[in-house]
């Protein structure tokens, strides 16, 4: 109930014209619990409806672990998930979402795409980068050490922790989908060498794509924050014909996916 993500759609529930919000919770050393908007009383225009709500807040069997039968029945109701997973469980999360066939809105580490358990998903266009990759904020309990220049204590002594690779997750569709990539640069063999292990010439940037090339590129991963389905197929991830990394002159760039143009 204290969750930001619970208090924004609640203060919206009409405005979004939902039916029913669940917040389910963990719980290490003892029971999980969870809140339902069903049995809920609190005023939706409320500027903080976790203290108003607490005495709503119902105790589950366990510990609230998102892979117990009881969080699994309540994740059953629902039609879309929006969440913040344990990111050491990503992968696992992930594959019961799609399992359960679930339409969700998930925040992930941006090296989750190189995770070979989600890159197929994105391959198969079963899930893509929602809005906003990189910087992102978030409160952290009063337990935790300052580790970094990203991190702050906001004027009610809130701590914050902010990392630089961070990103929405999704299966819903999102307009930037179907945004073609602008592209301007002009394909020569001298700036885009060959690999030596696939058919493919390497790109470094993003930005760099050339317009005129129709063969198979490898670009760096963050091209799937600009990933099209209507632009772009992607090949594979990472490895060339000799199931090692892609190198060009014997060098092997941070991580590539290969795709081809399909308007080409």
């Not at 197929?120 to 809005?131: D, E, F, P, R």
């Not at 990189?134 to 050490?145: A, C, S």
């Not at 490898?218 to 199931?243: A, H, S």
Request: glycine letters at 6%; a neutral charge.
């Amino acid at each position: 109930v204290k969750s930001n993500f619970v208090q924004w759609f609640y203060m919206r529930f009409n405005i979004l014209h939902l039916k029913r919000i669940v917040a389910t919770a963990y719980n290490l050393d003892g029971y999980g619990y969870y809140w339902d908007s069903d049995f809920a009383t609190v005023d939706t225009k409320s500027i903080d409806i976790s203290k108003e709500s607490e005495k709503d807040v119902r105790t589950l069997n366990g510990n609230g672990d998102f892979r117990s039968d009881e969080c699994i029945k309540l994740l059953n109701q629902a039609d879309i998930v929006v969440t913040n997973p344990p990111f050491s469980l990503f992968r696992e999360y992930v594959a019961q979402l799609m399992e359960h066939n679930k339409k969700f809105v998930i925040i992930g580490n941006q090296n989750a795409i190189t995770y070979k358990e989600i890159f197929k998903y994105i391959k198969n266009n079963k899930l893509w980068q929602g809005y906003h990759c990189g910087d992102m904020g978030f409160i952290v309990p009063p337990y935790y050490e300052e580790k970094s220049t990203r991190f702050w204590i906001d004027a009610n002594g809130i701590k914050h922790r902010s990392l630089g690779n961070i990103c929405w997750f999704t299966n819903l569709d999102i307009f930037k989908r179907h945004e073609n990539l602008i592209l301007y640069k002009h394909y020569n063999p001298e700036e885009y060498p060959k690999y030596d292990n696939y058919d493919a010439i390497n790109v470094d940037k993003v930005a760099d794509i050339p317009c005129d090339y129709d063969g198979v590129m490898g670009v760096p991963i963050t091209f799937l924050d600009k990933y099209n389905t209507e632009q772009f197929e992607i090949i594979k991830f990472r490895k060339g014909n000799d199931d090692k990394d892609l190198s060009y002159n014997g060098k092997t760039p941070y991580f590539r996916i290969l795709i081809r143009n399909k308007t080409k």
